[in-house]
């Protein structure tokens, strides 16, 4: 499903431009978790998801990855309030 997209976007992160943005960097990784929760991600899609985080985690989140884990579960959060879901 989101192999294509996300295959090639992630090739593209390591050194050519131009680079993803933060904001687009989050939304793929947001794609991603959203995929992975309904059971559509296969083997590309994982590896291009392990790209995504990988780059996420060290250019919006300074390599930190409890920090990245931290806005996940408040951007989770944020999401579910906003669709009307209760907290787990």
Do not use: H
């Not at 992160?13 to 960097?25: F, K, M, V, W």
């Not at 309904?38 to 930190?64: N, T």
């Amino acid at each position: 499903m989101l192999t294509a997209m996300l295959l090639v976007l992630a090739l593209s992160i390591p050194d050519t431009e131009p680079q993803l943005s933060e904001t687009e960097l989050k939304k793929l990784f947001l794609a991603c978790d959203a995929a992975s929760q309904s059971g559509l991600v296969d083997d590309a899609d994982a590896a291009a998801c392990s790209v995504i985080y990988e780059a996420l985690k060290d250019r919006v989140f300074g390599g930190d990855s409890r920090r990245l884990l931290e806005w996940w579960r408040q951007e989770k959060s944020k999401r579910r309030n906003e669709a009307g879901v209760p907290a787990q």
